[in-house]
Structure formats: C-alpha cells, structure tokens
C-alpha cells in the first residue's frame, strides 16, 4: 500500500463574524456606557455580536503520492478553506493535516508576489520560500520565462502587470520550482483559452514526474479530463469522494433541479419590457403524457413568449449543455419561413424545435434560451429553462458495458464490404 503524501484527519474549521472592534476610549466613557448598557454584547435582535460559523466540518481524506485530486463544491462550500490551512496561511480549529514533502500554493492571483519587485526578483523570491537554492531557481530560470511569455516586462515591477500576467508568471513559478505537492485554486480561470489549456497539460505533466496535485475548480471538464478521483465538499462535510467522472456527475444532478415543463403567468413571468418568457418545456414527440426521453426518443422543446414591443425582429437561440458542462450543440429556427426575416407584432408566441432521436447521450441536460433581436442583439437570457435526463436504451448498447464517450451518440450508418478473398499463402500464415 503506497503511503499517503497528504493526510487530513477530522479537520474543522470555524470562523468568528459579526465581532467589531471598538475605537479607543477614556475609563471616563467606558465606565460610563458600562452603567447605561450592561448587557451591550448582545444585538437588538437577541443574536450575540461574535457569532460563528462552521466553514470546515470534519473532513478526512488522504492523497497518495502523484495523484490529482479534483475538489468541486459551490461556493462558499469550504474548499478554499481546506486548501488555505493545507498551505498553512490559517490554523485549524481542531483535527490535524499531514503533508510529506515541499508545498508550492497558487491560491490567488499573484500570492507570495512583491508588488514593488521585478518579475525576475519575485521568481527568485517564490524559490526562495520555497526553500529551493539560487543555483536550482536559476537553473528553471528560463523555462518559467517561457512559459509565462513576459519576457518584455521581466524587469518591471509586477504591481504594473495585468491580472493576466500576475497569473501567469504565478502559475509558472508554482509549477515550475518542483515542490512535491502543488495547490491550485480557481485561478486558471483567470487567463485566456490558451493559456489554461497550457496550464492544464502543465499539471498532468506534473503528476507524470510523481508530484501531486490538488485541484479546486468550477471547470467540470477540467476535474474530469485531468483528475481520476474528486472529492465534493458541500457545507463543510465531504458528500462523495470518487471516481471523477462518478462525483461529477452526481455533483451536477444534484446542483440541477429536474424542469421539464415551467409556466408563468404574466406578472411572475422572466423577461423585460420587450419579451416575457409564458412557458418552456420538452416532450417527448407524437405523445400526449409525459414519458422518459432515451437516447432513441425523437423529443421536441416549446417556448412561449410575449412580444411586448411591436416591429421587433425576434429570433430564439437554444444552447444545449450536457452534465460535464460542455455545450453539446446550439441552434436558432433558420429553417422558420414563417417568421424568418419579418417583424412581430405584439402577442402571444410558440416557438417549437424538433430533435431527433440517436442523436445525445445520456445523461442530464439543461437549455440556456436566448431572445435575440435582429439576429444579432441578445434582448434577454434564460439559464436552465429546461433541465431534463436522457436515459439509455439497453438495446442500443450492443457489448459496450459502462457509460459511452462523448457529448452526443448519434447513431451513424455503417457498411464493410469484402474487396477480395485471401489468396492461399495469406491463409497458411
């Protein structure tokens, strides 16, 4: 059994909010306010001006050597407070984290940096508190360099970068100076597309020499694509700790309520002065009663829609995510003749659009609605106006067993052909 390189032991954490502190006064006022208000530690409202709140609530877990340990969780879960007391920027309130071996944190953007210092005297100052020797700083020297591409303002004090290049030169350094085990909070979200994709296949690389990674994102599609296991921290407490394909997906369906049909009438309904959303809904196709959608049901949405501004050139636009969160197609009605291209007049509106069956995968999914003007001005937005499950069908899954790849799984059509017989050496052999 190999040993754990990072060890967490009912770790707890609890933080004290509502405590002011007072200005300094004169025994004259002290005395004073203590005769006028002698129970003044207590709020109006009953509550105690030194409340707590329990951000870590016994969590356990350990790491071995070169794994990368995803952690998900919503905001406000506890999981930057882990990674802060494993860094040790703050002490626990009880329980215990072990780590084995030299520890590089990139938790913020620019942490560990000198604003006044120079991009090249904060790479020597980031080794340095790491623990590393000039001669090992200098020896990656250039090759941090690089991979941040800020070679034109190495010599300019990092208090004049941009959050961008903070995070890179960051990144680069952590990275970089080889510490046993690198936390990474959600950082990355900092730079551009390439760039993260840069600094994703730099942590796989990392976990290849043996190093260990813990990883905070929001990115599901980073999680899965980059740690085998994850650990969901929700108020405090570890929900599941698993495979991250498994965490992932229960994380998300658990995050996403089940919408397959939403009504409004006209004073609750979402939209502006221009457009109110009336209803939004899937159904399976050519069915009166709602039924299970499988990976074969061809299904349809509906949305209905108050024009409210006359002569407006509206079109709707359906972005269809999965449950990683990668975006499986998106669609607007080109196709619509009867609208396409003229004005509406104000009214009550039903857009519908028809999907196939073989087409997705199974899983959860959910609709972002856009009402665009003018096909090109996004009046209003609608995050997940429907949310529903595809489920799989046994029959379409031949001797596959486990859940199929990819974002959709259409169902192509094949055809192998015999081009010529064997001759008889081909067949000897």
């Excluded at 309520?257 to 899937?282: L, M, Y």
């Excluded at 079109?315 to 607007?332: D, K």
């Excluded at 619509?336 to 999914?365: A, E, I, K, Q």
Aim: glycine content about 8%; proline content about 3%; hydrophobic content about 40%.
């Amino acid at each position: 059994m190999t040993e754990a390189i990072v060890r967490v032991e009912d770790l707890r954490k609890q933080y004290r909010i509502g405590a002011r502190r007072e200005a300094y006064s004169t025994l004259r006022e002290t005395m004073s306010r203590a005769v006028r208000a002698p129970v003044k530690h207590f709020k109006r409202n009953g509550r105690s001006d030194n409340e707590t709140v329990w951000a870590l609530k016994g969590i356990n877990f350990e790491v071995a050597p070169g794994e990368i340990l995803g952690i998900i969780g919503r905001n406000g879960a506890g999981k930057s407070t882990l990674l802060k007391i494993l860094s040790r920027i703050t002490e626990p309130t009880s329980g215990r984290a072990e780590l084995f071996g030299r520890i590089g944190s990139l938790l913020e953007v620019g942490t560990g940096f000198h604003p006044e210092l120079t991009g090249r005297e904060n790479i020597y100052l980031n080794g340095a508190v790491l623990g590393m020797k000039r001669t090992e700083i200098a020896a990656r020297f250039d090759e941090i360099v690089a991979f941040a591409e800020i070679d034109k303002f190495l010599d300019t004090a990092v208090k004049h970068y941009s959050s961008g290049m903070y995070m890179r030169l960051a990144f680069a350094v952590a990275a970089h100076l080889e510490p046993e085990i690198l936390l990474v909070d959600e950082v990355l979200a900092v730079g551009d597309a390439e760039f993260q994709a840069k600094c994703l296949r730099k942590m796989g690389t990392v976990a290849g020499e043996g190093r260990t990674v813990l990883f905070v994102s929001h990115n599901m599609s980073a999680i899965q694509s980059l740690c085998k296991r994850a650990v969901w921290i929700n108020n405090g407490k570890i929900v599941a700790d698993a495979e991250a394909i498994t965490v992932v997906a229960d994380y998300l369906r658990g995050s996403l309520q089940h919408s397959t049909e939403s009504i409004w009438d006209f004073s609750t309904a979402p939209g502006n002065d221009k457009v109110r959303i009336r209803r939004a809904c899937v159904k399976v196709e050519n069915s009166s009663v709602d039924q299970d959608i499988t990976i074969q049901t061809p299904f349809r949405f509906e949305f209905e829609y108050w024009n409210l501004a006359p002569d407006l050139h509206l079109s709707l636009s359906l972005h269809l995510y999965n449950q990683q969160g990668n975006m499986v197609f998106a669609t607007v009605p080109l196709r619509d003749s009867t609208w396409h291209g003229r004005p509406f007049p104000t009214g009550l509106f039903r857009s519908v659009c028809h999907v196939p069956g073989d087409l997705l995968n199974d899983g959860m999914h959910r609709v972002l609605l856009l009402v665009v003007k003018d096909e090109t001005e996004v009046i209003f937005s609608l995050e997940d106006a429907v949310a529903f499950e595809v489920f799989d069908s046994v029959d379409r899954r031949g001797n596959w067993h486990g859940r199929w790849p990819g974002a959709v799984r259409p169902d192509l059509d094949w055809e192998t052909t015999l081009l010529a017989a064997p001759v008889a050496e081909e067949v000897a052999r």
